[in-house]
């Protein structure tokens, strides 16, 4: 009697724990939603807010321009970010930068800023939302970009999930970086001079390969410079390529801009280039080649072949003197997340957004004459970018796709993509499906508005 007792009291604590998983599993697990985008609610929205962009004014006038760098790199223990949990940085290897371009052709003033992180954080945009028009900016006409080095600082995020890719949450360096972009801004105005711009983009296919496709047609191969010479004589550039500077491994703590810091470092030492920005193109799926070398060797060895390219070519970018200057800020309506555990389940929206939060993001642009920079919040795959050459053939631009604007929406690839049992697609491709051609059709949007 006892025994059957007890196997009652099993059975029916089997059937009640079996009961509260099930309904948990309902409550935190749900289908993947593979309804295309034409039919969701979110996509009338986007396609009426491009329709609502007002027409630019496409006013030419001389022009000034203004750099600056500050030092970015924390004086005590932060978390690194990259790579997902990591520990506290033991060394500075090499400092890592805020830097600035200020440029105002008396109608409009806009402002280009990238920082040696992982991302530009979605909380600096938030203090700079309310500092920026202190020195004459908004965050509607300031661009922003990041390096995307895998071994800067975290310390920025707030949400649980977000403290996985970023650390303990770190209030007093968010401030350090949000002072330190109206700093590079101060400087960059006070040393604004009359100035011409040009652009080059020039091969550099074997420093890069991407990771999801072997095809050579499907890599972002160009290493794309823009050459701001002012009057004085002084040139500064803004680069931009699209391999991961992921190179270092996640085994050392350093603190480092990676290749990108190096390849702008080693720009800056020669005679013809007096300063360099690093902005990260379309990064999703491209990282560098390996060469059969490691860490700081490889690092090195990428670096100075781009600055060769660069300095070879530099001299036949011709220059204009005479820009418009237009920026466009279009907040993008999205999906709900679906952050996928398996090929036909996700985590419900609710808790991804209380585990990573719900961001505002946008897709940003800024037009420097012929040359058009297009920010978006998050990887974005180099392979899309031969999607937009038509369109901005018929606009006659020279087309600049840069990733990390200020928010993070993870990783946005090729529809085709998105079952593969990769980490791309499985892990960070959170708002898909049909992510690619949906921020596709918006950028070709904002393309035919600027």
Request: proline share 4%; aromatic share 12%.
């Amino acid at each position: 009697m006892k025994r059957r007792k007890i196997l009652r009291i099993l059975f029916r604590a089997f059937l009640i724990l079996t009961g509260f998983l099930l309904l948990a599993c309902l409550f935190l697990f749900a289908p993947v939603n593979r309804d295309h985008y034409h039919d969701k609610e979110h996509y009338q929205k986007m396609q009426d807010a491009i329709k609502s962009i007002p027409p630019k004014e496409h006013v030419k006038n001389s022009f000034k321009a203004g750099w600056a760098k500050v030092n970015i790199t924390p004086s005590e223990k932060i978390s690194l970010a990259g790579y997902g949990l990591r520990d506290e940085f033991d060394q500075v290897h090499d400092s890592i930068w805020c830097r600035a371009y200020v440029f105002d052709n008396g109608k409009k003033r806009t402002a280009v800023v990238t920082v040696d992180l992982l991302i530009f954080p979605p909380t600096v945009v938030k203090l700079l939302k309310g500092k920026l028009p202190a020195v004459g900016l908004t965050i509607e006409n300031t661009f922003l970009s990041a390096t995307h080095t895998h071994n800067a600082p975290g310390g920025w995020a707030e949400k649980t999930g977000g403290r996985v890719l970023a650390g303990k949450y770190n209030e007093k360096y968010v401030n350090q970086l949000a002072e330190a972009v109206i700093l590079s801004i101060q400087e960059a105005s006070e040393n604004m001079e009359e100035a011409s711009i040009g652009f080059g983009k020039f091969e550099a296919k074997k420093f890069l390969k991407n990771r999801l496709n072997k095809d050579a047609a499907s890599v972002d191969h160009w290493l794309r410079v823009i050459k701001v010479r002012k009057k004085s004589g002084t040139t500064g550039l803004i680069v931009t390529y699209a391999a991961h500077p992921n190179i270092l491994s996640s085994k050392i703590n350093h603190i480092s801009g990676d290749y990108a810091g190096e390849f702008v470092e080693q720009l800056e030492k020669t005679k013809d280039v007096d300063f360099a920005a690093f902005c990260a193109g379309a990064v999703g799926m491209h990282t560098c080649n390996d060469f059969k070398k490691e860490n700081y060797e490889l690092i090195k060895f990428v670096s100075s072949g781009l600055s060769e390219i660069v300095m070879n070519n530099i001299k036949y970018i011709e220059v204009k003197d005479s820009i418009d200057i237009e920026n466009i800020y279009l907040p993008v309506y999205l999906r709900d997340p679906q952050f996928k555990i398996s090929e036909d389940w996700k985590v419900c929206p609710w808790v991804f957004r209380t585990l990573l939060g719900e961001e505002d993001v946008a897709v940003t642009a800024l037009k420097l004459g012929d040359v058009v920079l297009i920010g978006t919040p998050c990887d974005f795959s180099g392979e899309l970018v031969k999607e937009f050459s038509k369109v901005s053939s018929q606009q006659k631009v020279n087309l600049v796709i840069t990733s990390f604007n200020g928010g993070y929406i993870g990783y946005i690839i090729p529809d085709k993509y998105y079952d593969l049992p990769r980490r791309e697609p499985r892990d960070m491709d959170w708002y898909g499906p049909y992510s690619g051609s949906y921020f596709t059709e918006i950028i070709k949007g904002v393309l035919q508005k600027i």
